[in-house]
């Protein structure tokens, strides 16, 4: 799901996402800039002009790699070479979520990385396929070229996400030409990543009339229900051996709760800020919950041990944010380990297939604009 609409999470304490803020240099990899605008968490002063805050002991050598705009769900190439993006920025000409191929060796502060998606429409949740000369990704624009519409604000106050049913999933090359269109029924299809195997695809999709999991081979064939249980069931990724599935979900369970989402999904809306982590075997069985932390618990990836959980949560912040990471044991016991320390947001993390690298979006050194940008980082276990 894109940053703007979690980013809305943070509305919730009256803060807004904005574009074009001015643009920055560089920080020093493993040192922080001495510009100070937010709170940093252990000191008590301002600052998030911070690359790298001082208990994030599992990050080494962070780089930034995006400078303004909204950079969000980056994902690693097999080969680890490069990464695919959903970016929205009004500097490069880019008014609604396009995906972009990002080398993370480079800074992308005074050039443009490569569209590969139409430039039309929406799109979100882009992730590579197997061998690397190709991507899918889901977009809107066989639905309406044009950038769908902002669900309005809500009188009651509730923040909810868009869940638009012209999103279908498509394959495209490196050159931006869609080669295949995987999902073509109505409704919702979306949220689709790859097993590291390659054999295997996970989607969100209302096709049954909820938001559940479904899986179906490389090519699209052989589509499989995987979750059945009322709630939005999405942003699933496959465990490093293809056997496993972790994703977050809303499950309501009161009558007002299920109600409600009942009469929100009718409109094409969800409300994401009460979100679990649930893992499942990739047929969908030995289905439990690892986390009861509160708040939204989402953007889960394996570590590459496949033991462990890194995900982004808002569990600890008593006004809704800041969102960080953190690490939980896959089975749910044990201690939850901060990962990140930021003021603000950080989310979308992403190990590299060698578990040498982490990739994730965050608000840290954005001179207090709400950009959300980029930054990879030497992982230390």
């Given at each position: ?6 980013l ?10 904005s574009?074009g ?8 990899t ?20 911070k ?6 002991k599992?990050?080494?050598n962070?780089?930034?790699i ?7 769900e ?13 970016i ?16 993370p ?49 809500r ?30 029924g ?6 689709a990543?790859v097993?590291?195997?390659?054999d ?21 064939s052989?589509?499989?229900q ?49 979100m ?9 069985s ?28 808002n ?7 800041p ?7 896959e ?9 990140t ?16 690298k982490?990739?994730?979006s965050s608000?840290?050194?954005?001179n207090g604009?709400h950009?959300?940008?980029l ?5 230390v276990?």
């Amino acid at each position: 799901m894109k940053i703007k609409t979690i980013l809305g999470l943070v509305a919730l304490s009256s803060l807004t996402l904005s574009c074009g803020g001015e643009k920055k240099e560089e920080t020093s990899t493993t040192e922080t800039s001495e510009k100070t605008t937010e709170t940093d968490h252990h000191s008590g002063a301002t600052n998030v002009n911070k690359i790298h805050y001082k208990d994030e002991k599992h990050l080494q050598n962070i780089k930034q790699i995006t400078f303004g705009g909204d950079n969000a769900e980056a994902y690693w190439s097999f080969d680890d070479s490069k990464l695919v993006s959903q970016i929205t920025n009004p500097a490069w000409g880019i008014e609604c979520d396009q995906i972009f191929i990002v080398d993370p060796n480079e800074t992308y502060e005074s050039k443009q990385a490569k569209m590969v998606s139409t430039g039309k429409g929406r799109t979100t949740c882009s992730y590579f396929m197997p061998g690397d000369t190709t991507i899918l990704y889901a977009s809107t624009h066989l639905g309406n070229e044009a950038c769908p519409p902002k669900p309005e604000k809500r009188t009651d106050g509730k923040y909810v996400w868009p869940i638009y049913p012209d999103f279908d999933i498509f394959v495209a090359d490196l050159e931006g030409n869609i080669i295949k269109q995987l999902t073509d029924g109505k409704g919702y299809d979306a949220e689709a990543t790859v097993s590291a195997q390659g054999d295997k695809i996970v989607f969100t999709s209302t096709r049954t009339g909820d938001l559940e999991l479904f899986t179906m081979d490389i090519d699209g064939s052989n589509v499989k229900q995987i979750t059945f249980d009322l709630g939005y069931d999405g942003g699933a990724f496959f465990s490093p051996d293809g056997t496993k599935l972790i994703f977050r979900s809303s499950r309501p369970k009161s009558e007002e709760d299920v109600k409600e989402y009942k009469e929100l999904l009718a409109q094409g809306l969800v409300k994401p800020t009460d979100m679990e982590l649930y893992v499942c075997n990739v047929d969908g069985s030995n289905l439990h919950q690892i986390t009861h932390l509160g708040g939204a618990n989402w953007a889960p990836f394996y570590h590459p041990s496949g033991n462990k959980i890194i995900f982004s949560s808002n569990h600890a912040s008593e006004k809704g944010y800041p969102f960080n990471l953190y690490m939980v044991n896959e089975d749910g016991t044990g201690e939850v380990e901060q990962i990140t320390y930021d003021g603000v947001f950080d989310s979308f993390p992403m190990f590299s297939y060698d578990g040498k690298k982490l990739i994730f979006s965050s608000n840290r050194n954005n001179n207090g604009t709400h950009d959300t940008n980029l930054f990879v980082a030497d992982w230390v276990d």
